[in-house]
């Protein structure tokens, strides 16, 4: 492999390319100091014979294993837009994705392996979706031989940014052990008594309708009507590529197609294939096709194709559409569904583990390596709970993070109820939410351990306790005497796509901050898609929010009746008043609680104030509805949390807070037999939360493995989760290869553990000496010790620098050391982060004010310098030849030179140098700033000589 680079115009690039070389096209802006590694596709063939298979001598197929305990087989391979770049050329919606008619063409060949003529059925359930970047790979699984000769097909995927999740099943039916007979003839041609149908906008035409065709794919060339039949004549485009290996060239066999999509409606919905019947193949690789279609009385079409000469070549006895929309193509597009699920894990040892609170330590000078703290809530209603709960913890977790007596000592947070429980308190369950996020900020102080209500943590008895801690998990909660924590998992599907929807057309749907951003585009969505004809859309400035009068609009134009009230759901009052006010005729039926501000900061700039401002409108207001609708005829209560609630989000632990509230209500209304969901959404892309963010916080959250994810994907994903039975579906994306990151750099969070491989297990044996580890790496002060006190200073330095620049996702060269962190863009929730890598980095423990406590990132490395190296011997004093001395001269940075008060003395020197140089010329004496080391260097040594 090589890297071949080609500096001349794009229009010639293609001449001087390299055969088989892979284009890549560069910025056209300047180039950045950053590091792009070229993606080559993955090879789809080769041999594989050695490992127990045999090759599938098809385009899309790599190679078949036979079933080793029945007739059947397992034919694999991987499409991609690399590998196949042809595939790029039809899109859908504006989504690329692989034809139906290619997975007709794998079921045809994978019946080929096993010696099936046809296909009697294939079913299309889902699209498979194909990435800008890398593939999928494919499984089409052959059953064994039934009594009638047929066999079981499915045709599987699974992407390459979810090699650890389950296959996604896109199609599945039966194949024929006979093929049709080919009775049927189209040598005449033109068809006789046909009437010629414009095919010159064709591809224009159906572009408008949300057909992305592109050359690949646009094979018609003529077209004819003959009552309510259609003919047509299709070639296979060049950028087609080869149709040998084919039976059928998919881009050939789908451009057959489009005759049909010219009689629909221009307003109808964008088709695509749904289910194939009777399908037999009677030759193959052809290069033109002659086309018969005839619509069936049931429905669908029956399809006759021949080859140029009018020979037959596929029969297909009925074909059956069905409508697809953006957002269920978004569907496929990677991202996923998790739950949260609760698993046992074992128990450890811990150091010793007391109950004392710490406020009652006085100035003891033994300090327990860990302190429980009983944080239970009170009272019986969550709902007035909830505030002492959350300002009670969060005074507590002020107060620890600001005794420097425990700054090596983890706090153990003891509540009731708050999770995996059957009597879950919403308000127990904020108390988690705080400490979540201030374990985010504080990496290794909080440990929460969740116990059944009526147990004290006295109970468990210290021994248990230490145990517990011992696990090393941030978060367990106690059942029965076993020890559980939290991992996310992919959710459980649905047995079938035929769970009804939760919109009752003649109700009522409120949608709390439903004249904005989310709540207005779910307001769309559960018309346009869910039939919702009544909405009433609830926000603080309702009527007077800008946009209003447009939504109200299209609500309209999907068939909607749409009311805008302004109203405060955080008042209870306000609230009850509102519902009264909706008619008998339409009664509440469904509830979309989308309501939610921020106010974001680090946990020791929290105040009740603002812990408040945040529950108001998220908690509050959800607690609410809970209790004013429950006699209610509600189907629908769908409450929209945030994956913050369960992960913890340095800065944002109000936040975090009210989502964890609002998982826990969800669990609170199903105990008590009440329809409920919380969405636990991850990062909106441009809207919601995310609208609000910049891009380091985005970035940031890259890095975390949890990228934005589109409008339509959102919409897409809440679909999907309404027809799942999870009573908190989490709806995000993963980078997964940013988790196995993690994972093998050791700092993934256990909550992800269950979602990347574990790592592999240790050699043992003989072969253990061949791969023992390497001796444990140098300490940063041990390898500050031996260098110099310049090369000390650069090092921490650059140290400084590197991780300034990872926080602000830049070019270390770029970080002027002595600017601002403020003017650098570094904001709180920035310094945290920048605390924490250089906790990581060097080993000390750093307060939350580091960033604040100095003026620019000079000046931080100056302290750090000083914390890691106050006692290192200087280096010893040598004498400098001319040599030693210029290499001297240049590490030091000039301004090292002014602030160790030495610049005036070297100007001096430097003058009266130059000045002997220049004959005593004063008119050139240099300017120390403007002179190179050699110059300052040779002025140093001739002034010496002079004295």
């Keep these: ?392 913890i969060l005074e507590d977790v002020q107060s620890w993070l600001a005794d420097e007596r425990f700054a090596d000592s983890r706090l153990a947070v003891v509540t009731r109820n708050a999770v995996a429980s059957t009597a879950t308190d919403p308000a127990a369950a904020a108390v988690w939410g705080v400490v979540r996020s201030a374990e985010a900020e504080n990496a290794g102080r909080f440990v929460l351990v969740d116990v059944d209500a009526g147990t004290a943590a006295d109970a468990l008895g210290a021994a248990e306790l230490a145990a517990i801690i011992g696990s090393g998990e941030p978060e367990v909660a106690v059942r029965d005497g076993a020890v559980l924590a939290p991992r996310l998992v992919a959710a459980r599907r649905p047995e079938s796509d035929d769970r009804p929807t939760p919109i009752d057309p003649d109700g009522t749907v409120l949608i709390t901050g439903g004249t904005s951003g989310l709540g207005a585009a779910f307001a769309r969505h559960l018309a346009a898609e869910h039939g919702a004809r009544r909405l009433l859309l609830v926000s603080r400035r309702g009527p007077a929010a800008a946009g209003v009068d447009e939504l109200v609009a299209d609500l309209a134009g999907y068939g909607a009746q749409a009311t805008v009230e302004a109203c405060d759901a955080g008042d209870r009052a306000a609230l009850e008043k509102l519902l009264a006010a909706i008619p008998d005729a339409h009664p509440l039926t469904g509830v979309v609680h989308a309501a939610g501000v921020l106010d974001d900061g680090v946990i020791g700039a929290l105040t009740p104030e603002r812990m408040d401002t945040v529950l108001r409108p998220k908690a509050d207001a959800a607690w609410h509805l809970h209790e004013l609708t429950a006699a209610l005829p509600v189907t629908l209560f769908v409450t929209f949390s945030s994956v913050a609630g369960t992960m913890g989000a340095p800065g944002q632990a109000n936040y975090a807070a009210a989502n964890a509230f609002l998982d826990a209500l969800a669990a609170h209304r199903r105990e008590r037999g009440l329809p409920a969901q919380s969405l636990m959404w991850g990062l909106w892309g441009g809207l919601g939360m995310g609208s609000t963010l910049s891009e380091i916080d985005l970035e940031r959250m890259r890095q975390q493995g949890l990228p934005a994810f589109s409008v339509e994907e959102g919409l897409a994903m809440f679909d999907a989760a309404l027809a799942t039975d999870e009573t908190v579906p989490g709806l995000l994306r993963l980078d997964l290869d940013v988790l196995r990151g993690q994972a093998a750099a050791g700092t993934l969070p256990p909550l992800l553990r269950e979602l990347v491989p574990l790592p592999a297990r240790r050699v043992s044996g003989p072969a253990a000496a061949a791969t023992a580890p390497e001796p444990e790496e140098a300490t940063l002060v041990d390898r500050l010790a031996p260098l110099s006190a310049a090369e000390r200073e650069r090092a921490v330095t650059d140290l400084v620098r590197v991780q300034v620049a990872e926080v602000r996702h830049d070019d270390p060269d770029g970080i002027d050391m002595g600017k601002g962190f403020t003017d650098l863009g570094l904001d709180s929730l920035a310094a945290i982060e920048l605390r924490n890598r250089l906790s990581t980095a060097t080993g000390l423990r750093l307060p939350a004010t580091l960033m604040f406590d100095y003026a620019n990132p000079l000046g931080l490395a100056k302290f750090l310098l000083a914390e890691l190296a106050p006692e290192l011997p200087e280096e010893p004093h040598a004498d400098l030849d001319e040599q030693d001395l210029r290499r001297t001269l240049d590490a030091i940075p000039l301004t090292a030179i002014r602030d160790a008060g030495l610049l005036d003395a070297l100007l001096a020197l430097a003058g009266n140098g130059t000045q002997q140089q220049a004959g005593q010329d004063a008119g050139q004496e240099q300017d120390i700033t403007a002179m190179s080391v050699d110059d300052l260097v040779r002025a140093a040594l001739a002034a010496g000589e002079s004295n």
Excluded: N
Excluded at 36 to 54: E, N
Excluded at 151 to 170: C, E, F, I, N
Excluded at 253 to 264: G, Q, S
Excluded at 302 to 309: F, I
């Design 1 to 392: 492999a090589g890297l071949h680079v080609a500096g001349v115009e794009p229009r010639w690039a293609e001449y001087f390319a390299p055969a088989g070389a892979h284009r890549v096209d560069l910025p056209t802006y300047a180039f950045q100091r950053r590091r792009f590694w070229l993606d080559l596709p993955a090879a789809t063939t080769g041999s594989v014979s050695g490992i127990g298979q045999s090759p599938a001598e098809h385009p899309l197929l790599s190679a078949v294993l036979p079933s080793p305990d029945s007739d059947g087989a397992v034919l694999t391979g991987y499409v991609s837009l690399a590998t196949h770049p042809w595939l790029a050329d039809h899109a859908v919606a504006g989504t690329v994705l692989l034809p139906g008619t290619a997975f007709v063409e794998l079921a045809v060949r994978a019946g080929d392996q096993v010696r099936c003529a046809g296909v009697e059925e294939l079913t299309l359930h889902a699209p498979l979706i194909l990435p800008a970047r890398g593939g999928a790979a494919l499984q089409v699984v052959v059953g064994a031989s039934e009594a009638t000769g047929r066999r079981s097909v499915k045709v599987y995927s699974r992407g390459d940014d979810q090699p650890d999740t389950a296959w996604m099943l896109h199609a599945d039916g039966f194949l024929a052990a006979r093929a049709q007979e080919a009775s049927f003839s189209l040598t005449e041609w033109p068809p006789p008594g046909a009437t010629a149908v414009d095919t010159a906008d064709v591809y224009g035409l159906l572009l408008g309708r949300g057909y992305g065709y592109g050359p690949a794919f646009q094979g018609l060339t003529a077209a004819w009507r003959r009552g309510d039949e259609l003919f047509a004549e299709v070639v296979l485009p060049e950028e087609a590529g080869r149709t040998d290996r084919f039976g059928v060239h998919p881009a050939l066999l789908d451009a057959a197609l489009h005759v049909d999509l010219i009689d629909e409606p221009e307003s109808g919905a964008t088709m695509l294939p749904f289910s194939w019947s009777d399908v037999s193949l009677h030759a193959s690789a052809p290069t033109a096709l002659r086309v018969r279609v005839a619509p069936l009385e049931g429905g669908g079409i029956a399809l006759q194709v021949a080859d140029g000469a009018g020979s037959p070549v596929v029969t297909v006895g009925s074909l059956v559409d069905r409508p697809v929309s953006a957002q269920q193509l978004s569907a496929g597009r990677g991202t996923s569904l998790y739950r949260t699920e609760w698993v046992p894990v074992p128990a450890g040892t811990a150091p010793p583990v007391t109950s004392t609170g710490w406020e009652s330590r006085g100035d003891t000078a033994t300090v327990p390596p860990v302190v429980v703290h009983d944080r239970a809530t009170a009272g019986t209603d969550p709902g007035s709970a909830v505030r002492s709960a959350v300002h009670g």
